[in-house]
Structures are given as C-alpha cells and as structure tokens.
C-alpha cells in the first residue's frame, strides 16, 4: 500500500485511542512534537506495531516534504535507531 498524508490521517484517527498524544500534537499543528511521540513509541514497540508506526511517520515525512527540515532530522533520528 502507498502511504500518503491521507491515509496517514485516517490510520491516526482511527487509532486515535491508541496514540492520543500524538493525535493531539498533530490537531495542534505541532508536527515536532508527533515526531518525537511516534519516534518514542516506535522504540518501544513490538514487530508488528512497529510496521504501523513507521507507515505513519514516512506518511508524516511525505506530508512535510522531503527537504523539509524537520523531515530531514527526525529521519536520521528514526535510521540510527532502527540501525
């Protein structure tokens, strides 16, 4: 499945029961803050909710922008803790 901004959206809303710091951040404009949640949780998470949380945070990275600056830092962030 291609991950796009708005299947992103939907997976979090729909899961919003399950992530709901992140939710928040995002309904806040506060894609800093979702990062940094979703990276936490993708640390602590087993194999098969890993798989999810990574969808969504390249979702989150497509949504920015590639070169965006924040997309940029927390995806080195996310390959040095997955490496």
Do not use: C, K
């Amino acid at each position: 499945m291609d991950v796009t901004y708005e299947t992103f959206e939907q997976e979090v809303i729909e899961r919003s029961h399950e992530l709901p710091e992140v939710v928040a951040a995002l309904e806040q404009g506060d894609d800093e803050r979702a990062l940094e949640l979703l990276l936490a949780e993708i640390g602590a998470a087993e194999d098969g909710n890993r798989e999810r949380l990574l969808r969504l945070t390249v979702a989150l990275f497509a949504d920015l922008g590639h070169e965006h600056p924040l997309t940029l830092r927390y995806r080195r962030q996310l390959a040095a803790q997955l490496y």
